[in-house]
């Protein structure tokens, strides 16, 4: 290899053996590109990463790729493929091992993936102070749909009159797909059967009507409601918020100033972006990291 040349970088499928290499690369760039920007990582540690990593290494629902330079494993990247739109990410670089081109080979493997399975759309949150990989997503196709405020803390306010939130159960799917396809044209019901299955799932309901539901009020949840007043109800419903917390479209101004009004605050700003079908919610929702 010339002084001037490139290492190649291979990408292949990862394996459930790759977890805790990409576990540690995972959270040393987090870590580093977060404490540069003065925010904390959106990870507690090493081990929240290796297990989140391979769980998504060892399910059918995600197709994961590794890229190795003189064989060593330099990134990672996912695809959640249990709805018709496609989730990507969250992308990983070793930060030794920038400016090889990785995260682009990363990417066009997810997005092939996808294109091959007929993804009717495909949708990443990218960190908004990240200059690098808001460039990266764009020379790829994808747009700018919703700029978001990650939000943590506790709740001043516990309950919204006459909304009632309860455990949401199986017999609640149809009307929560209903609702998602009103408010974004398809549903995301194996995510919300699998979140009940593991009791993290909620519903808030009006005059015995479901108005809204939610995965977890966590990073890795989704939300979706009819109004924002449902969606308070369920936010109020929340002691805390799982990881760094959940993300708030910064255009629904009244949501966003009824979360700072009740004690919570923005941890940082973030990205939704897509590449295929989007259509305008037409109701009150937060995206997970993944979409």
């Known amino acids: 290899m010339s002084p001037n040349s490139q290492p190649e970088v291979l990408v292949r499928t990862a394996t459930p053996d ?55 494993i330099v990134g990672r990247n996912c695809l959640d493929e249990r709805s018709v739109i496609a989730g990507i990410g ?3 670089i070793d930060p030794s091992a920038q400016n090889l081109g990785i995260g682009r080979k990363l990417m066009q493997a997810a997005m092939n993936r996808a294109n091959e399975r007929r993804a009717a ?12 990989s808001l460039s990266l997503y764009a020379s790829l196709g994808f747009d700018v749909r919703e700029p978001l405020s990650c939000i ?25 797909n ?16 699998q979140a009940i299955q593991q009791n993290t799932a909620i519903v808030v309901e009006r005059a015995g009507r479901i108005t ?6 966590a990073f890795f949840g989704h939300a979706t409601a009819e109004t924002n007043e449902d969606m308070q109800s369920l936010i109020a419903s929340a002691a805390s918020f799982g990881g760094p917390g959940i993300l ?16 919570l605050r923005v941890v940082q700003p973030m990205t939704l972006m897509s590449s295929g079908l989007y259509n305008e919610p037409a109701g009150a929702w937060l995206p997970s990291i993944l979409f």
């Open 248 to 263: 708030v479209p910064s255009r629904n101004s009244a949501l966003l100033r009824w979360c700072l009004a009740n004690g």
């Open 178 to 193: 209903l609702l998602s396809r009103r408010v974004h044209g398809f549903d995301r019901g194996t995510e919300l059967a």
């Open 121 to 132: 759309g495909m949708r990443l949150v990218q960190a908004a102070f990240h200059n690098r």
């Open 90 to 92: 969250p992308i990983t």
């Open 18 to 72: 790759d977890s805790s290499v990409c576990g540690q690369i995972c959270y040393e760039a987090f870590s580093q590109i977060n404490a540069k920007h003065g925010l904390p990582s959106d990870f507690p540690g090493v081990e929240a990463t290796t297990s989140l990593l391979s769980m998504m290494f060892s399910s059918s629902d995600f197709y994961c790729v590794v890229a190795e330079t003189g064989g060593r």
């Open 152 to 176: 943590q803390g506790q709740p001043l306010e516990r309950n919204v009159p006459g909304c009632v939130v309860r455990p949401a159960q199986s017999r609640d799917l149809d009307a929560c």
């Open 212 to 217: 809204g539901d939610t995965t977890a009020l």
